[in-house]
Nanobody, 126 residues
């Protein structure tokens, strides 16, 4: 069973940057696609970003339109860790951010992931 633990969330002001980390253990996560999702109060969980285990049909990373150009997803398989670099933060980025892993190479934008972390709170003040 794969376990995912997010960290790096906190309070930031508009325009600031935060870097979220997702430490994975308990499985061969180097062969899994990784994703980041977020859920704001009163809203459903939404896709943020995903990265393939390897290049898939010419696609390695995917982003939601709302974060494209501001957020960057990456992974370090030697450390079994995925990251989400968040720049130019906006108040509307405020949410609980969840890390997810999928038992396939492809980076899905849906909720069809097999493992989920507990979430880390990101709050952005105006």
């Amino acid at each position: 069973q794969v376990q995912l633990v997010e960290s790096g969330g906190g309070l930031a002001q508009a325009g600031d940057s935060l870097r979220l980390s997702c430490a994975a253990s308990g499985g061969i996560v180097s062969s899994y696609a990784m994703g980041w999702f977020r859920q704001a109060p009163g809203k459903e969980r939404e896709f943020v970003a995903a990265v393939a285990a390897v290049s898939w049909r010419g696609i390695y990373t995917r982003y939601a339109d709302s974060v494209k150009g501001r957020f960057t997803i990456s992974r370090d398989n030697t450390k079994n860790t995925a990251y989400l670099q968040m720049n130019s933060l906006k108040p509307e980025d405020t949410a609980v951010y969840y890390c997810a892993a999928r038992r396939t190479w492809s980076p899905s934008t849906g909720h069809d992931y097999d493992y989920w972390g507990q979430g880390t709170q990101v709050t952005v003040s105006s």
